[in-house]
């Protein structure tokens, strides 16, 4: 039961620092954007980030990775973390949150 409460906090730990990380041309964190795929945490507390960016040839392709990789390290209890970049399934306005939709003045 610890474990699953512990691996819970760094799940809770790693969205909250994702929710700090902004594309440079939208002003929504990259978790509303629905840019975060998955967020995997294996029993060493290591993290696994699937994401990925509104365009292959995003400006901050080279960038952004490291940031959210940056960021999930922060985390208390994290052993390591990783991130992988993947455009499958491609990243539509419809995985925005409803948040970042009225952010956008798209609702």
Do not use: R
């Not at 610890?2 to 978790?31: S, T």
């Not at 795929?37 to 990925?52: C, F, G, K, R």
């Amino acid at each position: 039961m610890e474990e699953k409460i512990k691996k819970m906090d760094i799940e809770n730990g790693v969205v909250e620092q994702l929710k700090q990380v902004y594309d440079p041309e939208i002003p929504v964190n990259i978790y509303d954007l629905g840019l975060v795929y998955e967020v995997n945490i294996d029993d060493d507390s290591n993290v696994h980030i699937l994401m990925t960016l509104t365009a292959p040839n995003c400006p901050v392709a080279e960038s952004l990775p490291q940031e959210v990789k940056e960021k999930a390290a922060e985390v208390e209890g994290v052993n390591s973390a990783d991130v992988e970049i993947t455009f499958d399934p491609p990243w539509t306005m419809d995985m925005m949150s409803e948040e970042a939709k009225m952010e956008l003045g798209f609702i």
